[in-house]
């Protein structure tokens, strides 16, 4: 049997417990865990506790490539995860293992990882509504003068003050037009009292993270931004009750673009996407998709219409498949 070779840090994380910036794991009979002096004491630490895989850890004072070989065995054949090591780590890899065959993952870690346990079900709940809460606290801070840069850096003290690790991303802010633009870069734009603002923004709570949008109207919305607003409300309300295990992702992509009409041709990117160690990973919900929707993963809907010069709406929410659709976590 060949051995697994585990280099991507979501998947040491996921299988192991461990964080740090240096690690990979071999998968087989015996599975080894290597890292260096930095890291030796929480990596026996994670040894000695319950984990998705129990391991050996080997602490590593030169280069992982032989130090993994000397752990390999009789084995000729190592899989590596192809969506991690670049050519330049292969071809090291490669050098290192010579007389060793090192080929692509057929079943990977990040296809496990599609589908959530209980544990993980309740971090990404605990995250999202960290979340939620964080975004309603944001709400009351959107007077005119703030700038957008202002509100990001208090999206992180809020998140901070909740509790958080960390937040998922850099918090998108946007204002007036620049809500037109999908991952807009946040500056030092004012708000104004009648802009729209727009807010993604998403919270890290014990690794897991969560992913929330929604479009505030500092004023009184035009009849145009009010239309546009139900319009991606309806389809977001069409995609979540689409959702069940099942059906295409693919499928659910494009009930959502024919709630919207003629607007269809605003909505510039995917429906939706996994969330768990990752912000975006598998499944994904756009047009062109292969996934099928699985009881117990867990994916954003987030249906936007982007008029160009002029405003953008965006709404999104967080869900876990269930056997009878979509359960949000918020």
Known sequence: MPKLLITKKTNL???TGFSGSKGCLILGPT???FTDSRYAEIAQKLAEKPCRIPFKFIEVNEDFPTALKKCIGKSKV???EPSDLTVDELNRWKK???GIKLIPQKQTIDEKRKIKDS????LLHISQKLNLKAMERTRILLKPGVTELEIAWLIKKL????GADDVSFEPIVAFGSHSAIPHHQNTSRRLKKTDIALIDMGIKYKGYLSDLTRTHFIGKPSSEQNAVFEKVLSAQKAAIKAIKPGIKASSVDKIA???MGEDEKYFTHGLGHGVGLEIHEAPSLSSKSLDM???GMVVTVEPGIYLPGKFGVRIEDMGLICAEGLKLLN
């Open 13 to 15: 994380n996921y299988l």
């Open 31 to 33: 599975n080894f865990f």
């Open 78 to 80: 190592v899989e590596f």
């Open 96 to 98: 290192r293992l010579k």
């Open 119 to 122: 544990k993980e079900i309740k």
């Open 159 to 162: 998140a901070h003050d909740l």
């Open 257 to 259: 673009r024919k709630t």
């Open 293 to 295: 929707l699985k009881k």
